[in-house]
């Protein structure tokens, strides 16, 4: 396996190099190449073999692709993200796990290649995105029902649609579906530079809420802060700020947050539940400090807040595929609209995962990698 992959890497290396000759533009390559890797029923991917940390376990592999299936759709994958969840299924700690051998990858954007005979909403040319987890997108191309994609507006921006299925769409459901909030209320959270945590305060803008958004200290804090604030954030504080008594002063001028979104845990979380409203809701959805959370007894008590958990994953699976595509669309229109933009992102070219994976396993970077193939 090792050496017919290395035989077809040296192949696809050959043919770059010719179309280079010939004064190809990287796209052109890519596509001349995924075109041929189609034909091959092979394609390059970054496949990972046991669990273990990303950077020792994944491999770019040359891989076999399905046949084509009467309701399958063969894609070029174009771009995707390096996320949280993605670092953990390779580390092996992750509530759901492929099989091994596993393409790494969870989410991205494709364009389609080629359809089955009993397709018949979609075509070649579309883009579409997953709409579940592990179709492995770390890849050239993919084979697939069309049933695990959902189709996308091509005029948006690639990177946009790269980085939709998963972040912005926890966002949303958690913005909607916790407590009913009107114009004017406000919505706390850490983590405010995560993926989510940026979709969060687009997505809030465009209700007309308010957001506290809180993040970790740096050296570079003002230019992350004005980022933020650029994106729609209307208060940006550190977490150190959070615990300082200097917080009453916020709350004469906004209104104490009905909504708390926790995407850290440990003290971040405690400290974001004491600034709650009487009877609010504080929803985890992710652990980056990996810590657990703690809840004060007399928050409990004298505040009666609610600690709630979001995981879309299940949501995806609990709502299926037309309340998806209605999310999809809502959050497509906004895109279009200029209110939802790509997080700030690294584009990485696919051959250099591992400088990516590097990047996005670093404390304080503050950009989502995006390989692009
Ligand atoms: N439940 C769900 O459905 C769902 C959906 C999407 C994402 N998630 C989870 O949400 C979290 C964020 O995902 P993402 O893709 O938005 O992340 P991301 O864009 O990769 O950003 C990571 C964020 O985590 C922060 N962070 C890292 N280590 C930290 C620590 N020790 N203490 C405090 N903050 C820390 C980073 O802040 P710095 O810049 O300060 O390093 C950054 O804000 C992950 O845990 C992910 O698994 C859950």
């Known amino acids: 396996m090792a050496?017919?992959?290395?035989?077809?890497?040296?192949?696809?290396?050959?043919?770059?190099?010719?179309?280079q000759a010939r004064g190809c533009q990287r796209g052109q390559w890519t596509r001349a190449l995924a075109t041929s890797a189609g034909a091959r029923g092979r394609c390059e991917a970054l496949v990972y073999r046991k669990h273990g940390e990303p950077l020792d376990v994944i491999h770019l592999e040359n891989v076999k692709l399905s046949q084509l299936g009467d309701f399958d759709i063969r894609i070029q994958m174009l771009a995707a993200p390096i996320n949280p969840s993605d670092i953990n299924m390779m580390q092996g700690t992750y509530p759901i796990l492929p099989d091994l051998p596993a393409i790494g990858g969870n989410e991205g954007v494709g364009?389609?290649?080629?359809?089955?005979?009993?397709?018949?909403?979609?075509?070649?040319?579309?883009?579409?995105?997953?709409?579940?987890?592990?179709?492995?997108?770390w890849r050239i191309e993919a084979v697939s029902n069309m049933n695990t994609f959902i189709k996308v507006p091509k005029v948006i921006p690639l990177l946009c649609a790269a980085t939709l299925s998963v972040n912005p769409c926890t966002a949303y459901r958690m913005l909607y579906d916790f407590e009913s909030l009107k114009p004017g209320d406000s919505v706390i959270q850490n983590a405010?530079?995560?993926?989510?945590?940026?979709?969060?305060?687009?997505?809030?803008?465009?209700?007309?809420?308010?957001?506290?958004?809180?993040?970790?200290?740096?050296?570079?804090?003002?230019?992350?802060?004005?980022?933020?604030?650029?994106?729609?954030?209307?208060?940006?504080?550190?977490?150190?700020?959070?615990?300082?008594?200097e917080m009453k002063e916020l709350f004469k001028v906004v209104p104490r947050p009905r909504l708390a979104l926790n995407g850290v845990g440990g003290k971040s979380a405690t400290e974001m539940l004491q600034h709650l409203e009487k009877g609010g809701t504080i929803v985890t959805y992710g652990g980056m400090a990996k810590k657990p959370v703690t809840v004060p007894v007399s928050t409990l008590i004298f505040k009666d807040v609610k600690i709630r958990g979001f995981?879309?994953?299940?949501?995806?699976?609990?709502?299926?595929?037309?309340?998806?595509?209605?999310?999809?669309?809502?959050?497509?229109?906004?895109?279009?609209?200029?209110?939802?933009?790509?997080?700030?992102?690294?584009?990485?070219?696919?051959?250099?995962?591992?400088?990516?994976?590097?990047a996005t396993t670093t404390p304080y970077t503050s950009s989502k990698q995006i390989l692009i193939m």
Request: net charge positive; hydrophobic share 40%; proline share 3%.
């Open 3 to 19: 050496l017919r992959g290395a035989w077809t890497q040296g192949r696809g290396l050959l043919l770059l190099l010719r179309l």
């Open 111 to 137: 364009r389609i290649l080629e359809v089955g005979s009993k397709v018949t909403n979609m075509k070649p040319g579309d883009w579409v995105i997953p709409s579940g987890t592990g179709l492995g997108t």
């Open 192 to 245: 405010a530079n995560s993926g989510v945590g940026q979709a969060t305060i687009q997505i809030a803008k465009a209700m007309s809420l308010k957001t506290i958004n809180v993040i970790r200290d740096r050296p570079d804090i003002q230019e992350l802060s004005d980022r933020l604030k650029a994106m729609g954030a209307d208060y940006v504080i550190t977490e150190e700020a959070l615990r300082k008594p």
């Open 311 to 358: 995981w879309v994953t299940q949501w995806k699976r609990e709502h299926g595929q037309d309340l998806l595509q209605e999310m999809i669309s809502q959050l497509c229109g906004f895109i279009q609209e200029g209110k939802l933009e790509a997080p700030i992102c690294t584009e990485v070219q696919f051959q250099d995962y591992q400088t990516a994976l590097k």
